[in-house]
C-alpha cells in the first residue's frame, strides 16, 4: 500500500467549483506509473461510490452523475491527480477518497469533506 494526501476539499455553493488533489509522496515513480488512480466518495448514510478513475495510460472513466460536471487528470512527474469539479450540486456534498488500485493492491486517502451548500 502507498499513504496519499488529499487537499481542496471544502464549502461551496451551488454552481460553484472546487479542484481536489491527491499526491503519493512516498511512492517510486517506476511503479506509480502503473497505477489505476481514482476517486471515490462517500455521503451520510450511503455506501461509498465511484466517481472518477483514470488508468496509467490516462484513460478516463466518469460515474454518470459526474459526466461533463467534473474531470480526472494525472501528472506522473509529480505523483499526484487531481478532481476538478465544476457545475457542483448539493448532492455531490460527501466525503471524497482518492484511492490507488496497483494490480489489486488498494490504497485509500484519509478523504476530504465537500460541502455544496447555500
Known amino acids: 500500500q502507498v499513504p496519499l494526501v488529499e487537499s481542496g476539499g471544502g464549502l461551496v455553493q451551488p454552481g460553484g467549483s472546487l479542484r481536489l488533489s491527491c499526491r503519493a509522496p512516498?511512492?517510486?515513480?517506476?511503479?506509480?506509473?502503473?497505477?489505476?488512480m481514482g476517486w471515490y466518495r462517500q455521503a451520510p448514510g450511503k455506501q461509498r461510490e465511484l466517481v472518477a478513475t483514470?488508468?496509467?495510460?490516462?484513460?478516463?472513466n466518469y460515474a454518470d452523475s459526474v459526466k461533463g460536471r467534473f474531470a480526472i487528470s494525472r501528472d506522473n512527474s509529480r505523483k499526484t491527480i487531481w478532481l476538478q469539479m465544476n457545475s457542483l450540486k448539493p448532492e455531490d456534498t460527501a466525503i471524497y477518497y482518492c484511492?490507488?488500485?496497483?494490480?489489486?493492491?488498494?490504497?485509500w486517502g484519509q478523504g476530504t469533506q465537500v460541502t455544496v451548500s447555500s
Open positions: 512516498r511512492a517510486i515513480f517506476s511503479t506509480f506509473i502503473t497505477y489505476t
Open positions: 483514470i488508468t496509467n495510460r490516462g484513460s478516463a
Open positions: 484511492n490507488a488500485d496497483q494490480s489489486g493492491s488498494i490504497s
